[in-house]
């Protein structure tokens, strides 16, 4: 294990590189994040500090208002305003590891605002697994607890939260993809294309990039109130959003959990493999 990183295996391979505490600037909201993700043929998945949006980071978790902070990164759309750079990025730090076993993570973190204080205290749990059946798939499985000071409620929100027309409800458990020849195929069992997808509930999505080394992702585990954010023409990336339409709120001493899975494919896969799409509490 490095000092900063830690390496999820499966049958001696690496699969996933989960970054501790990444030295970044304050702008881009630091947090430990997943990259560089790869199928088990090698390909790699996710983009990390891409010229674009050098805030999306890998797969991680991350919202875009956390009580008026912005653990996103970039610029915080203000109502009447538009998109503003302000001094108020947080960050979340890891402290401790719980469980550390080549395929399983359990982890406590800190979500902090821009001042240092104390926003959420977060357990998350990594954990990778083979696909029965299908050689060339494995699943990563992302559950995570998020508890509110004991005397503070939390809420949590987005930039249509605050006044950004369209479907743009960004923030939750994201995952930033690898950029292939074309735009990715974004697609669930009832739609096609990013205008259908995005905003939707569905069991599941997927995002099948194309290339010389085509993969395809499959996202499923949105809890009550989520919905899927998804872009595929400006740039490859698929969120279990928090706040798409309404501000979440935690409230004081209490807590939001999530349960995501994603299979990480290699080839073009049409649909998740038997088993592979939890059920939501």
């Given amino acids: 294990m490095d000092s900063d990183r830690v390496r999820l295996r499966l049958r001696d391979r690496v699969v996933a590189e989960y970054q501790l505490a990444p030295a970044l600037d304050p702008t881009l909201a630091p947090r430990p994040f997943l990259h560089p ?17 050098r805030w999306h980071l890998g ?24 998109y503003t750079w302000l001094a108020d990025h947080g960050s979340i730090q890891h402290r401790e590891f719980l469980t550390e076993r080549d395929d399983h993570l359990v982890a406590r973190l800190q979500w902090l605002g821009h001042d240092g204080d104390l926003l959420l205290d977060e357990q998350r749990e990594l954990r990778a697994r083979l696909v029965p059946g299908h050689p060339d798939a494995w699943a990563l499985e992302v559950s995570y607890t998020l508890t509110a000071p004991a005397g503070r409620e939390i809420t949590l929100g987005s930039p249509a939260t605050n006044g950004r027309p369209g479907p743009c409800g960004y923030g939750g458990f994201f995952w930033r993809a690898a950029a292939g020849d074309a735009p990715p195929e974004v697609f669930s069992a009832a739609a096609a294309g990013e205008a259908a997808v995005n905003g939707s509930t569905a069991d599941w999505v997927g995002l099948r990039s194309a290339g010389p080394d085509p993969y395809t992702l499959i996202f499923a585990g949105l809890g009550p109130g989520d919905h899927w954010f998804v872009r595929a023409a400006g740039y490859p990336g698929v969120c279990a959003a928090f706040a798409f339409r309404h501000p979440r709120t935690i409230p004081a001493g209490g807590t939001l959990r999530g349960r995501h899975t994603v299979v990480v494919a290699d080839g073009r896969v049409s649909q998740p493999p038997p088993g592979t799409v939890p059920e939501v509490d």
């Avoid at 996103?72 to 538009?82: A, Q």
């Fill in 37 to 53: 993700v790869r199928t088990l043929r090698g390909t790699v998945v996710t983009d990390a500090l891409p010229d674009d949006h």
């Fill in 59 to 82: 797969a991680s978790l991350t919202v875009a208002d956390v009580a008026g902070n912005n653990l996103w990164g970039g610029r915080t759309y203000l109502r009447d305003t538009g």
